[in-house]
């Protein structure tokens, strides 16, 4: 039974989505401005392994994630270049396409652009404005906070403390300081489209409550986001759509926790970040996505390049286990392991019983590697009392770690891609492990050295079992 954490209820729940089979699931992406930074992955990676997660269970799955593309920093970043706003808007999400292919995050359902439902937000705004939720000033539309008298509940937030914190910006056409626009009055070298109250652009929150119920209806599964959205994001998302349609706007919220350097959450507007592409010219995507899992999506992540450098070693653990398995002896009928075995067969259920909590990555994952660890003390066995191991154990076993990868994002290369790099010459190296063998059978220990030698040389490492080599290349 799969249990999530709901922000709004602050506990977790059994999931019962709104149709049997069916999961419809809004995620707000990036504002495209610029390269993606780490805390940015961190969103990517949690919800797309819920997403798969949702798959594996049998889920008909709606994913919608969006693109805003109008928004003030894009407007600041146009300006300065002296490009029109589509133009940064287009650049960083091809950008961003790349950085998430990288990372392996698989394409949601739906990638809507707020610039492309302008018709949507327009209606959205007029039916809040018809019900008395929303006013207009002089070509800005705000929407009334003081009107929706569940205003707060999912941030817990109480209105009347807000109303008096000195955060609150301040507006002289608000007639609350908390009052949000819903649409706002174009300035000078500003996108801008035509509607009721004269020029303008959207504002970010109604953007959102415009896609995910275009897409999804007027009430669906799960929203998503990272932690720093609950308050006022989608609180107000929250108030308007729910102002608008009448009935419940989302079942379940969703939010990961920040990526934090020295313990302060990483981010542009602190300066602290590194970009994605930082980090993936000293570690590929792989291992990235497995740091970042190896924290639940709830709790902070505290980056630093020797936890990468940590998660790279415990993958090259995996794929050394791969390695010995693809090159190791197997037979039908030999040697039992009961606890291997035992191991192997539940080794799905533990995977699913860890990810029903919650999508408890880091759980599901230790589980793994207590499988690996018994795997590599059988082959060490068989290997010293000379026989091969059993077949089914080994088929069993990638077959586990098949389904287990394709939810995970990780585990899923092949051993020689993993330790490989592009710039080895596969051919040339079995060629001289071939020749080095046939020196050692006629005994020419000097030749089989030298060869030996020569390979170490090229980041080559040779381990020799009874009737094989494997090789590998230090890392």
């Not at 993993?418 to 190296?429: H, Q, R, S």
Request: charged fraction near 35%.
């Amino acid at each position: 039974m799969l249990k999530i954490y709901n922000t709004a209820s602050r506990s977790l729940e059994e999931f019962k989505p709104l149709k049997d089979g069916k999961v419809g699931m809004y995620v707000c992406g990036v504002t495209v401005y610029d390269f993606c930074h780490i805390g940015h992955a961190r969103s990517a990676v949690a919800f797309d392994i819920i997403y798969r997660y949702l798959k594996f269970k049998g889920y008909d799955v709606v994913f919608v994630k969006n693109f805003t593309d109008v928004d003030d920093k894009i407007i600041k970043r146009a300006n300065q270049e002296g490009v029109s706003c589509d133009e940064i808007a287009s650049r960083y999400i091809k950008e961003y396409y790349e950085d998430m292919e990288k990372l392996s995050i698989e394409r949601p359902t739906v990638e809507p652009k707020a610039t492309e439902h302008i018709k949507e937000i327009i209606e959205l705004v007029k039916k809040l404005i018809d019900k008395g939720y929303a006013y207009e000033v002089d070509g800005d539309v705000y929407y009334s906070v003081e009107k929706f008298k569940d205003y707060g509940k999912l941030s817990h937030k109480n209105i009347e403390e807000l109303k008096s914190g000195a955060r609150v910006e301040i507006n002289d056409k608000k007639r609350n300081p908390l009052d949000f626009a819903l649409w706002k009055k174009s300035k000078e070298n500003e996108p801008a489209w035509d509607s009721p109250w004269g020029k303008g652009r959207p504002g970010w929150h109604i953007e959102c409550s415009a896609m995910s119920m275009k897409y999804l209806g007027e009430s669906f599964d799960i929203h998503g986001g990272g932690e720093d959205l609950i308050f006022p994001h989608h609180e107000n998302e929250i108030a308007q759509s729910e102002a608008a349609t009448g009935k419940e706007f989302a079942r379940y919220w969703i939010h990961n926790g920040f990526v934090r350097i020295n313990k302060e959450k990483m981010s542009k507007s602190l300066g602290n970040f590194f970009t994605i592409r930082d980090v993936l010219k000293q570690f590929n995507g792989e291992t990235l996505r497995y740091f970042l899992l190896l924290t639940h999506y709830r709790s902070p992540i505290d980056f630093s390049f020797e936890g990468l450098t940590a998660a790279k070693e415990a993958l090259n653990r995996y794929y050394n286990l791969i390695q010995r398995i693809e090159n190791a002896p197997f037979d039908k009928n030999t040697e039992e392991d009961k606890e291997l075995e035992s191991s192997i067969d539940t080794l799905l259920d533990r995977f699913e019983n860890a990810m029903d909590n919650d999508f408890n990555a880091p759980k599901a994952i230790g589980e793994v590697f207590a499988t690996v660890k018994l795997f590599n003390q059988y082959l060490d066995s068989v290997e010293k009392s000379n026989k091969p191991a059993l077949k089914r154990y080994k088929d069993a076993f990638l077959d586990a770690m098949d389904k287990i990868s394709k939810v995970l994002g990780v585990f899923g290369t092949s051993s020689a891609k993993w330790f490989i790099p592009e710039d080895i010459d596969v051919e040339w190296v079995e060629s001289k492990i071939k020749e080095r063998a046939s020196a050692r059978k006629r005994k020419d220990y000097k030749t089989a050295d030298a060869i030996r030698d020569e390979l170490a040389e090229k980041g080559i490492i040779l381990e020799d079992a009874k009737d094989y080599t494997r090789w590998k290349v230090k890392k």
